[in-house]
């Protein structure tokens, strides 16, 4: 489900950058410093979901790690030999 999000929000955020080719057109429109701060938004927006859901799937594998660790001790001696790394 985070992968999909993210993928989806990484052609969102391609999407959007692509308007970074528009400026020279709609310089001259008298709304094109509201498009522009809109599109800043947007992007914005894009970026702070995709930081949140990479947070959380980081998360999810240290809450993983550390269930694996309470059943199986030997799983915590890998990783304090540097077996495992997140």
Not at 31 to 36: E, K
Not at 42 to 52: G, P, Y
Request: hydrophobic letters at 55%; one cysteine or more; a negative charge.
């Amino acid at each position: 489900m985070v992968n999909l999000f993210l993928k989806v929000a990484n052609h969102l955020l391609q999407f959007v950058a692509a308007f970074d080719l528009l400026p020279p057109l709609i310089d001259e429109h008298p709304s094109a410093a509201l498009l522009q701060l809109v599109l800043q938004v947007q992007r914005c927006c894009v970026l702070w979901k995709i930081f949140i859901f990479e947070i959380l799937a980081l998360f999810d594998k240290i809450v993983d790690f550390w269930q694996q660790v309470r059943l199986d001790p030997a799983t915590y001696g890998a990783f304090c030999r540097g077996q495992i790394t997140f």
